[in-house]
């Protein structure tokens, strides 16, 4: 199979002590994790649309927080059109 149709993998959960935790997970838990306890951690590949969304949403969160901002001004499809008509002529056949 070629990369891109290749299945993914399944997730993993697996548990383990407060002690085995990377300190990449710990340090995003909210508490540090009591010593001896066992936590149970699930290990999932990630889809790359995730990822593609993920950069669309902040790509729009900008967007917004420069017309909040007012960093805009309006388009005008118009006027824009004409402009690549007159630059790059009017789609002759």
Do not use: C, N, W
Not at 4 to 19: C, G, H, L
Not at 69 to 78: H, I, P, Y
């Amino acid at each position: 199979m070629t990369e891109s149709k290749r299945a993914m993998p399944e997730k993993i959960t697996v548990e383990m002590r407060a002690e085995e935790l990377p300190e990449s997970i710990k340090a995003r838990m909210k508490e540090r994790p009591v010593p001896g306890m066992p936590y149970r951690v699930t290990v999932e590949p990630v889809d790359d649309r995730e990822a593609k969304l993920e950069a669309l949403r902040r790509d729009l969160m900008e967007g917004i927080e420069d017309l909040e901002a007012g960093r805009s001004r309006q388009f005008d499809v118009e006027e824009f059109l004409a402009e690549m008509h007159h630059r790059h002529g009017a789609g002759k056949p």
